[in-house]
């Protein structure tokens, strides 16, 4: 046995949790509370917002009036608020009602995030990075946020510039490659995984990300049929191959 398995864990499990049409409950309207309704809109949730309405923050007071997906509760907490919510998120200034939540959640099995004691959370944000698809979450497992938000810019410096659009080319040409051979796993599989880590490493990023419709069918029908992957010189000017990459 490695050293590595006799050391406790440290870690948690990071996840892109899906949480499209489900329902979560945000309790608080303040600063942190308007970054935890940021976070969950752009997960496509429906939230349900309790918080009274002297203590907003202007800025969860512009998601109230702007998101359709928002349905918001003018009062305190009820226990009743926890009724078929999928997730739960307390970030309220009055410790004692938060750890009542966050028990409360955890009798009835919802996951829940507790801003002001982590020792009642089931799972804690970190500091994020989005461009489009591309999600970048740096999280030090609850010992450090301020370094992990510092951590996090100097990363969003080093992101090629193009990577969020070349990620939704990519997945745009994923779709229409398994439209185009569909099946999973088997031969076809490997077939397809092959040509598109040819076409990830042997293309730039900006090449990748300045694809359009024609190009990508390009690739596919001169490209995918005869097992190579074009160069982007090659898918740019119609018909005049350069360079290609074969498919192994
Ligand atoms: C455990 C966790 C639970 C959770 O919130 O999920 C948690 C807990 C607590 N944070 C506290 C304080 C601060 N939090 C921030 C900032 C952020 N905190 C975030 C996440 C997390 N904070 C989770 C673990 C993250 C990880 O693992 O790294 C970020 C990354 C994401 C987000 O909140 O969206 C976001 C940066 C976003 C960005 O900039 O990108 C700052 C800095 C600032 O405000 O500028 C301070 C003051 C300075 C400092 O303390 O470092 C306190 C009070 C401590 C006290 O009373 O002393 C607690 C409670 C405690 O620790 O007991
Ligand atoms: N996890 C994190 O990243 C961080 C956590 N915190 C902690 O998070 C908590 C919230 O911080 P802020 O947003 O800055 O506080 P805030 O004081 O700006 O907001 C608190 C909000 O909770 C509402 N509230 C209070 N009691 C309530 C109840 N019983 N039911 C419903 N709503 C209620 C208030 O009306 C207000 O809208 C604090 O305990 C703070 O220490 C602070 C900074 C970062």
Redesign the pocket.
Known sequence: MSAQTHREPEGSLLIAWQLKGKNVLIVGGGE?AS??IQ?VLDAGAAITLVSPADGLHTLTKSFIESSDRITYHDREFNPSDLDGVDMVLTAIDDVVVSRDIGIRSRTLRIPV?V????SY?D??????IRRGPLQIM????????????LI?QRIEEAVPQGAGEAIEKVGLLRERLKERAPGVGGGIGRRRMQWMINLCTTWEMDDLARLDDEQMERMLVEGWEKNIVLSPEEVRVHGSRVRSVENN
């Open positions: 942190v970054g935890r976070h995030n801003a002001d004691d982590p959370c799972f804690y944000f970190g500091s994020q740096v999280s030090t497992n609850g010992k450090g946020p301020k370094l992990a938000s996090r």
